[in-house]
């Protein structure tokens, strides 16, 4: 069975500084990631997903997340945040198109003046 | 546009009656699910369906219903017998296919209150 381990449940940053939030994820096979994204009282929106090929993955709102395999992590970065990236972000894997999604239990990034 | 509805966004209920959440896609999606989000626990899967008139349980399913007698529709019922009800309910879908990459699309979420 997958697992998926959100490091951070929140996490506090100025506007324009960098910031990551991180996702360890368990499974005995190949997996396929996603980050998800969602605004208060909001459902989730897709951030970016990792399907394979290049580990560096690129994603809406200047979002990038990078998929390392050998330390079964997919970190997300944005490199200077703005006030409306406050939000909940999940980290989100499966290990096939046919199998269910299993969620982290979600960062609250807070961004402020 | 294409999309998925939930509906109501907002439901008050008191304890030991039963209520139905709508949720209706036309994205023309096979698989459709049902997640319960509860702060600091994330998503956790209630019911899902792969296909009309077929359902499976998830994680969490016991003091739930659903139904699926029509692909666009996947209505979940949150009985009496549902300890602690008061939660956000989260509808999703995805294709089936080529189409499918894993990605679950979700509606705008429908907040339960018991009183």
């Known amino acids: 069975a997958q697992s998926v381990t959100q490091l951070d449940s929140q996490v506090p940053v100025f506007e324009e500084a960098p910031v990551e939030l991180r996702c360890n994820y368990s499974s005995s096979v190949s997996v396929y990631l996603f980050w998800y994204v969602q605004y208060p009282n909001q459902g989730l929106q897709l951030l970016l997903k990792y399907l394979s090929g290049s580990t560096l993955v690129k994603g809406i709102n200047g979002f990038e997340a990078e998929f390392n395999k050998s330390q079964t992590s997919f970190h997300l970065r944005k490199p200077s945040v703005h006030i409306s990236d406050t939000a909940e972000y999940f980290c989100a894997v499966t290990t096939g198109t046919a199998s269910k999604l299993t969620f982290g239990t979600g960062t609250r990034l807070q961004v402020t003046l | ?115």
């Open chain 2, 1 to 115: 546009d294409g999309g998925i509805t939930q509906s109501p966004k907002y439901l008050f209920r008191k304890e030991g009656q039963n209520v139905t959440l709508s949720c209706e896609q036309n994205l023309n999606h096979d698989a459709m699910y049902w997640y319960r989000q509860d702060p600091g626990q994330g998503l956790r899967l209630i019911y899902y369906s792969q296909i009309v008139n077929d359902f499976q349980k998830g994680d969490i399913a016991e003091g739930y219903s659903v139904s699926r007698e029509k692909k666009e529709s996947f209505p979940l019922t949150v009985t009496s017998a549902q300890k602690n009800p008061t939660a956000f309910y989260l509808c999703a879908s995805k294709p089936s296919g080529r189409a499918n990459t894993g990605e679950l699309f979700f509606g705008e979420g429908s907040r339960l209150t018991v009183l």
